[in-house]
């Protein structure tokens, strides 16, 4: 059996099996969590419910308490701004009280973090990636890991189809440039003058695009060269069949049923790829996979799309390279320091910048939520801490 803990998707190693747990999970939503009962009530007890400590999810945890204020006591460590142990003291909660912790990327769940609450059994957390958790020292403690966004897949492969073609069409930046065109035609011209007016006007503004501008690319044909093919992978592959691209890709092993070219060398990969579409996980051997010697290997007319994230691609050598124009452009939803965003990115035309915002769908929001609150529900009514969470 490999480690304690491991992701769902984004899996570097990813076998396109699904996690176990959620394969046998077939308990439905309690009927507590159901329940019609008074919410003021509940309210007023709610220091007799079962504390879960709450991470990092300020956008997606109104959806999930509005789903389950009855069951839980709600710790929210991410509205603190003091260190866990004296949230906690301030809440008057005993740190080994607490069994779970619900969580997303957006905060860490670090060893220090795991190694405060002794009673910890599970964190659940509605992501694809666990990067965000220590996952060794979850494994020394016996304490289960659950990512819940499986079904995220589909939102982040349109994502990332939506950032190339916004790279390659520079969608954005023309965006941005039509809105400096000047003030809306005076109205008390003829018809006819109105007509001819238009017609200088798209001439000189499509001659003024294409000098600030340059051309733009087709997508058609491209070769597209896929890092990492697992859920999200494999979708995105789907997606860019449909415009003739030819797709390639690098993982850990080659996939047995996949015709896909395989390179097991990412600088090959490149080499060979006009386009490469990181969708890997975060971990040691992925760490900065995407280096200089990389993106060099891409050339001039390369481009780069990260819906994994950020530290897969050495994130100071992407800046020189873009600005060096030794690679073409770049669609990221993930940048290596987030928040941060390195300054140079925010003045090139060719780079397509979202806020992590990939699986950002209220349809994938809905369903994690509730895919979480049944892991938890499934966790404290069985209390199944020694059941297996691996896949194969
Ligand atoms: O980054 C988002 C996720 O891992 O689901």
Not at 310 to 323: N, S
Request: glycine share 6%.
């Amino acid at each position: 059996m490999a480690e304690m803990c491991s992701a769902i998707d984004l899996d570097y190693n990813e076998t396109g099996s699904k996690n176990k747990y959620f394969d046998s999970l077939t308990v439905p939503l309690s009927t507590s969590s159901m329940a019609t009962g008074d919410q003021h009530n509940h309210k007023d007890n709610k220091e007799q419910l079962r504390p879960l400590l709450v991470f990092g999810p300020p956008t997606i945890f109104p959806v999930f308490e509005a789903q389950n204020f009855h069951n839980y006591r709600f710790l929210k460590a991410f509205s603190s701004q003091v260190p866990l142990r004296q949230f906690l003291t301030e809440q008057k909660v005993d740190p080994s009280s607490i069994q779970a912790i619900f969580c997303n990327p957006v905060q860490k769940v670090s060893a220090d973090v795991i190694r405060l609450l002794p009673s910890l059994r599970i964190i659940v957390t509605s992501s694809t990636g666990t990067d965000h958790i220590d996952l060794v020292e979850c494994s020394r403690h016996g304490i289960q890991v659950v990512s819940t966004a499986g079904d995220h897949a589909g939102d982040v492969a349109d994502m990332a189809v939506g950032l190339l073609l916004d790279v390659m069409w520079k969608i954005s930046a023309a965006d941005l440039h039509v809105r400096k065109w000047g003030p809306s035609m005076p109205l008390n011209l003829s018809f006819g003058s109105k007509v001819l007016l238009i017609l200088l006007l798209v001439q000189s503004m499509g001659a003024l695009y294409i000098a600030s501008f340059g051309f733009v690319f087709q997508l058609k044909g491209k070769r597209v060269g896929i890092v990492g093919l697992g859920k999200i992978g494999t979708a995105v592959a789907k997606r860019l069949e449909a415009f003739d691209c030819r797709i390639m890709y690098n993982s850990r092993n080659e996939k047995p049923f996949v015709s896909y070219p395989f390179y097991s060398n990412v600088v090959e990969l490149a080499g060979n790829s006009d386009v490469l579409v990181l969708c890997c996980s975060l971990n040691e051997q992925t760490r900065h996979i995407i280096n200089r010697e990389v993106m060099l290997g891409l050339g001039k007319d390369g481009v780069i799309i990260n819906v994994g994230r950020g530290a897969l691609i050495d994130e100071k050598e992407l800046v020189r390279c873009l600005m060096e124009a030794e690679i073409w452009g770049a669609g990221l939803d993930v940048f290596e320091n987030e928040p941060k965003v390195p300054n140079e990115l925010f003045a090139l035309d060719n780079v397509v910048l979202s806020p992590h915002a990939s699986s950002f769908t209220s349809d994938s929001f809905t369903e994690s939520c509730k895919r979480s609150a049944e892991a938890l529900e499934v966790f404290f009514s069985s209390n199944i801490s020694s059941t297996p969470l691996l896949d194969d």
